[in-house]
Structures are given as structure tokens and as C-alpha cells.
């Protein structure tokens, strides 16, 4: 019987020990949710939508090419003066081309001398004189000819500098008698009768505006003002800056607008732009439900979850499941549960929190 008395005590023992240790544990998970958390706040509140948005932006020509040559050859002259408005299709700069002359009066005239030779062969043929091969001799020689007569004039037409659309040109860099390599940037040509203006647009804002609606341009420097439309809007948001690119246009008959300037910019936005609210990014908290945060109500914790959408370091932007008004936790996340006792030691003061985007 001794034998058993001593495995028997260290039993007992081992059991006391376990009910003592549940008991604690027990105890210590009925103080964490009976205790108090002392928090700090954020009260939730809708951004102002405003009115309209400002920026700024820079003006660029409509269209503006840098006019180059096509081949090699010395400059005979060039036509239109630095500065000089030109309309589509005139002629800029004239190459040398008289060696590609004689060569195309060469070609002209065995082009002349094929097309008799096929209409002879041709009657030959028809009088059974010529064979199928002596015809197709004469179309093939005719052809070559007629193939050589379009490459030279092909030659020729790279001599001659045209401008692509009208507008005005910059200065020029070459002389006549010069001698150009192909690829010689000659001048500038640029469209300033309506100028192009690009900005970005703050993803939140993206949906405030259309194609075709009216911004409000401002040179401060100048002192000038003028409407502008807009007239493409980027289909997809900049991943690095989620911002919506634009491009409007302004006339510019006068030519008061530089191209390169920058200038002041006014969008009016559309009154349908939901407002949102932006809170601390450290009050979201993520699991397989998605993100929820907590809100405080009579000394509770409720949990809440939200739709998110903008996210910088530190802010996140709530568009739906928060009112304005709300107070939610931005410390304590990691001991708080739904339901828990919570004391709200300090407010964080948004002017003191930028909330950016």
C-alpha cells in the first residue's frame, strides 16, 4: 500500500496545479475584458467638397515637329523667313536635285520607249507575229520603267522640305550653299492657334469632370485670363500618383498664350463628387472579412467594417460604413475586442494629423 501513496500525492499535486493555473488564465481573460482601455480618438468628418479644383499646368502647342531633311544634298535656299507664319504644304527648303533631274529625264525617256515598244509587240501579237513571251517582255520592261520613273520622283520629292500643318516657324539654323546630311534638323514648325494644356486630377475628383467641360486658365505674369475645354481625359488613374490625367485646349488666335508657359488652372467639378472621409491609417485593422476599425459608442467598442479606397502612408480614405461624426480608436488596437470597455483619454486633432491625398 506504501507503494501507491507516493504516485497518488504527485497526481493530486499535478491536478491542483492545472485547476490553479485554468483558474488564473480564467481570471486574467475576465480582467482584460473588464478593464478599461484608455484610448486615443479620431472624430470621423466628411472632406469639403469644393466648388472647384486648382492647379497648375503647362501650355504646349497643338502640334509642333522639328523639321528635318530626308537625304543628303546642298541647301538651295529656304523659303519662308524665322518666324514666319506658313500654311500646310508649303515649301521650306529646297535641296539640290539636279542630278536626279537629268537622271529622271533619262528614265522618261525609256519610259517613252518601253510604252512604244509594248504597243508594237502588242499589234505583233495580235496578229499572231509576236509570241506569248515577247508580250510579256514588253509588259515586264514597261513596268520596270514605269517603277524607275516613281522611285526618282520619290527622290526628288525628299529634296523639297513641305510643312506638315500650318503654323509657325521657329529659327533657322542652316544657310543655302550649305551642305546637309540626311537627318539635319532645319527649324522648328510649331501650331499655336489653340494650345494644349496637361494636368492630373486627384483620383477623388476623377468623376467631377467630362469631356468637353469648361476650365479657367490664369498667366499671373502676364497678367492674361482665358476659358479653356476639356479634351481627353485618361482612361486609367497614374498607379504611382492615382491621379487621372487631362488635356484641354485653349485658343489662341492672337497668339497672346506662350507654348512652355505656366499657368494657373481652375476645374469646376461636378456637384455629384461623393464626399468621403479620411481617417489614420493606424485605425484600420485587416482580416478574412475585410477592414473594419473600431468605433467608440457609451464607452464601447463596436467593431465597424468599412470600404476603404485612396490609401497613402498615412491616411485611408472611407467611403462607405462611417458616419461623419464617429469617433473611432486610433490606439490600444491590439488589446481591443467588440465590446470592450474603452475611455477615450484624447482626441487627435486633425489641423495637428494632416490627412493627406
Known amino acids: 500500500m506504501k507503494k501507491w501513496i507516493l504516485p497518488l500525492l504527485i497526481l493530486l ?13 480564467s481570471s486574467n481573460r475576465k480582467n482584460i475584458a473588464s478593464r478599461t482601455l484608455q484610448v486615443e480618438g479620431f ?171 469648361k476650365i479657367f486658365v490664369t498667366d499671373g505674369e502676364r497678367n492674361l485670363t482665358g476659358e479653356g475645354k476639356i479634351k481627353a481625359l485618361d482612361p486609367v488613374l497614374s498607379p504611382s500618383s492615382r491621379s487621372r490625367f487631362v488635356e484641354a485646349e485653349i485658343p489662341n488666335k492672337k497668339g497672346e498664350w506662350l507654348s512652355g508657359s505656366f499657368v494657373s488652372l481652375t476645374v469646376p467639378l461636378a456637384a455629384e463628387v461623393k464626399p468621403s472621409i479620411s481617417i489614420p491609417a493606424e485605425a484600420i485593422t485587416l482580416d478574412d ?12 467598442a463596436k467593431k465597424t467594417y468599412v470600404t476603404t479606397a485612396l490609401r497613402t502612408p498615412i491616411s485611408v480614405t472611407v467611403t462607405d460604413g462611417l458616419s461623419e461624426g464617429d469617433t473611432i480608436a486610433v490606439s490600444g488596437l491590439m488589446n481591443m475586442r467588440d465590446g470592450s470597455s474603452v475611455e477615450v483619454k484624447s482626441l487627435r486633432n486633425k489641423d495637428n494629423y494632416e490627412v493627406q491625398e
Not at 499535486?13 to 488564465?25: D, H, N, R, V
Not at 525617256?109 to 508580250?135: F, I, M, N, P, W
Request: charged share 30%; aromatic share 6%.
Open 289 to 300: 472579412k475585410g477592414a473594419y476599425l473600431f468605433v467608440l459608442q457609451n464607452g464601447k
Open 13 to 25: 499535486l499535478i491536478f491542483s496545479g492545472c485547476k490553479q493555473s485554468a483558474e488564473k488564465k
Open 43 to 213: 472624430v470621423a468628418e466628411y472632406k469639403t467638397i469644393p466648388a472647384d479644383f486648382k492647379t497648375s499646368g503647362e501650355l504646349l502647342s497643338k502640334e509642333s515637329v522639328e523639321l528635318k531633311t530626308e537625304s543628303a544634298g546642298k541647301l538651295l535656299k529656304v523659303y519662308p523667313k524665322d518666324g514666319a507664319k506658313v500654311s500646310k504644304g508649303s515649301l521650306i527648303a529646297k535641296l539640290d536635285d539636279s542630278e536626279l533631274q537629268a537622271e529622271k529625264k533619262r528614265i522618261e525617256a525609256t519610259l517613252s520607249l518601253a510604252k512604244q515598244s509594248k504597243e508594237r509587240v502588242q499589234k505583233l501579237h495580235e496578229q499572231g507575229s509576236a509570241t506569248d513571251v515577247d508580250l510579256e517582255k514588253a509588259n515586264a520592261e514597261l513596268a520596270i520603267a514605269e517603277a524607275a520613273l516613281e522611285l526618282i520622283s520619290a527622290q526628288i520629292a525628299k529634296t523639297e522640305i513641305r510643312a506638315p500643318f500650318s503654323g509657325v516657324c521657329g529659327f533657322f539654323d542652316v544657310s543655302p550653299g550649305e551642305w546637309l546630311s540626311s537627318g539635319k534638323a532645319l527649324v522648328t514648325l510649331s501650331d499655336i492657334a489653340s494650345l494644349r494644356i496637361r494636368f492630373a486630377l486627384p483620383q477623388r475628383y476623377a468623376s467631377g469632370i467630362s469631356k468637353g467641360g
